[in-house]
């Protein structure tokens, strides 16, 4: 088994709220402001899992009066590889900003071969975890996770599957179930996406025959009909009526965590502010309610434990990735 784990104004703030199933809350300041500002880096574009944990963050810290204001930045492509960069360049030292990104990154930063990493910015905490869904268009004459697998056998090539940047989660599953049917990761025909919205599209238009992604991007394409689940990726069920990969009989369990970064050269003082606000925001009941309705399993890890989780997933990320011929 392979285990693994700006400004906006009111309107824009009560929209978000209303999307993310938050309500706003009747008074605006129920804690001690924590930040007066936060300036939030996304390394992705807008609708997936990174830029909804940072909404999420900015929704439920604003109407706790946590944070007076935040700033965001959506910058996209190649797995965070693009952005990332840019957000150790540009906000290098600077206390009142965070970068959202996770284990995609990882997979992204080896299988790109990039110069930076994760080693050049500064760990917070790691805020959440939740399984992967493997789905098909609704009126796809694939009807379950044993039609796929089979295509996978016969015709890999002929079986495109959207997902995240090469090298990332979605990749990597993608792999491990094209070698259970004793085919290769490089015989795989993946379509990498930037973002949650453009991979939907995909899939919604038959452009490509199926795709993966966190629960939470597909949740709501799923329960309107316009998708179909085959499988998930946890230890246990985490849709109603959809099977494990593992009770279907693939050997794979996965969670795809996101966390919170600060640059790189932050003052400790900062940093020790940053994982304070982070560790009490997650201890918040309206975090928790979000989370719950989200599909997110809650995975705090603060400071230096969440450091050496990180060495340790890189060095089992690079495992995996050799193992199924990514890297």
């Not at 706003?24 to 924590?34: D, G, I, N, V």
């Not at 959506?74 to 970068?99: C, E, H, K, S, Y």
């Not at 990332?168 to 490089?186: M, P, V, W």
């Not at 993946?190 to 991979?199: E, H």
Request: some cysteine; aromatic content about 6%.
């Amino acid at each position: 088994m392979t285990t693994r784990r700006q400004l906006l104004g009111t309107a824009t703030l009560a929209a978000a709220g209303a999307a993310l199933g938050v309500p706003m809350l009747a008074s605006p300041a129920q804690a001690e402001q924590r930040l007066a500002s936060l300036n939030v880096f996304i390394p992705a574009g807008p609708g997936g899992g990174w830029d909804g944990l940072g909404r999420a963050i900015e929704q439920v810290s604003r109407q706790a009066g946590l944070v007076g204001s935040f700033q965001f930045e959506n910058v996209g492509g190649a797995g965070g590889t693009v952005g990332l960069p840019r957000f150790v360049a540009q906000r290098r030292g600077r206390g009142d900003a965070i970068m959202v990104g996770g284990a995609i990154m990882v997979g992204a930063v080896l299988a790109n071969r990039s110069p930076v990493g994760l080693k050049d910015v500064t760990p917070l905490a790691r805020m959440t975890t939740e399984p992967s869904v493997i789905v098909v268009p609704a009126n796809s004459d694939i009807k379950d996770i044993a039609g796929l697998l089979a295509a996978f056998k016969s015709n890999p090539g002929g079986t495109s599957v959207a997902g995240g940047s090469a090298g990332g989660i979605d990749h990597i599953i993608l792999g491990l179930l094209l070698k259970s049917q004793g085919r290769s990761a490089k015989d795989a025909s993946y379509v990498a996406f930037a973002g949650g919205g453009p991979a939907q599209a995909a899939i919604l238009g038959a452009q490509v025959k199926a795709g993966i992604s966190g629960i939470s991007e597909f949740a709501e394409q799923v329960k309107a009909g316009r998708m179909r689940a085959l499988a998930t990726t946890g230890e246990s069920r985490s849709l109603d009526g959809v099977p494990t990969l593992k009770e279907s009989g693939v050997d794979v369990v996965m969670g795809n965590w996101r966390g919170v970064f600060a640059p790189p050269g932050v003052k400790p003082e900062d940093r020790a502010k940053l994982v304070a606000f982070l560790t009490e925001l997650d201890a918040m009941p309206a975090w928790q309610e979000l989370c719950q309705r989200q599909g997110w399993d809650r995975a705090f890890l603060a400071g230096d434990a969440f450091a050496e989780f990180l060495k340790q997933d890189e060095a089992a990320t690079g495992a995996v990735l050799k193992e199924v011929g990514l890297v």
